[in-house]
């Protein structure tokens, strides 16, 4: 029973995004940025870095000190615009944030989103991105930061480096989270499975991975509805080593990641990214004290370890 209970969680973490994408909404026709922080963003990509979808700064002139975020996506797909709200938002406060994939979705859609269909014995294929072109994100960045000439060089605050990523991508910011260079992560509607299986092919996660934790770790769920919820809350119970923060909004699995902006997700992450990657006490303020921002908002839940 247990096996069958991971197998079917398994295929909603892999196929979920997908199929609530297929459905043409107001998400698909939303404007893509600029976001609300001091550098208006945008959407692009580069030939130098292929089969990535970039968020960044449009002025870069003026832009210095970036952070990096690496992002999984939803589904662990290759469609690198399925979060571009939540992701745009987070690029306008000043960071680099490169997504594995194209842009299958959406206004600036270059190419249409393949469905991943499982086999007669319900099996999905092997996942579309792995958290390797999630590193490779990462080592770009760092790569181009270095590099004369480069629209990035001299301007990434190499000590800003972060992972993250939503349902089955946030089991690939968990596969990421030990690189020595990441200083935070963020696991969105997402965790380890609890009974130990590992079903989704092409990821391989287990409790034990949590142990190699070396930053503060936030995790958002979507409350009891989340269908990660077992395994989130299970996750969170287990770190000991650093400190950790999980947030729940109950709006399910989907979080506000279809939200203009990003929604209230997109707000805490810039939060959380902003206290831990730059030191913004007033950042920090909606995680730290019995008083926290979140500890007051109606119908949030927040638990710490380690924060305060």
Known sequence: MKNQ???????????????????????????????????????????SLPAHVIYRPADMATS??????????????????????????????GYIVIAPGEIMSGPGATRKREPRMADKSGQLPPVATTSADVKAGLDWALTENARK???????????????????????????????PRIRAVLVHNSGVFTDGTNPIRGISVNKAMLEK????????????????????????KRIAKVPAALVQLPVGHGGTFHSANGGAVAALSV??????????????????????????????????????
């Open 64 to 93: 210095k000190e970036l952070g990096v975020l690496v992002w999984g996506n939803g589904g662990c797909s290759a469609d690198g615009a399925s979060a571009r709200q939540h992701l745009i938002e987070i690029a306008s406060h």
């Open 271 to 308: 939060d959380w990214l902003e206290w831990q990657l730059r030191g913004d006490r007033t950042a920090a303020r909606s995680f730290t004290g019995s008083n926290c921002r979140l500890c007051v908002v109606p119908g949030w839940t927040i638990e710490k370890k380690g924060i305060d």
């Open 5 to 47: 209970i991971a197998a079917t969680l398994a295929l909603t973490l892999a196929a979920a995004p997908l199929a609530a994408q297929e459905q043409p909404s107001a998400y698909d026709t939303m404007p893509v940025g600029p976001g609300t922080g001091a550098h208006p963003a945008v959407m692009t990509q580069d030939a």
């Open 149 to 179: 000439g480069s629209a990035l060089y001299g301007r990434i605050d190499t000590r800003a480096l972060a992972v993250a990523g939503h349902s089955c991508g946030g089991l690939q910011a968990l596969e990421l989270a030990p690189d």
């Open 213 to 236: 934790l070396h930053t503060p770790v936030l995790y958002v769920l979507g409350g009891p509805e989340d269908i990660a919820f077992p395994n989130g809350t299970d996750d969170f």
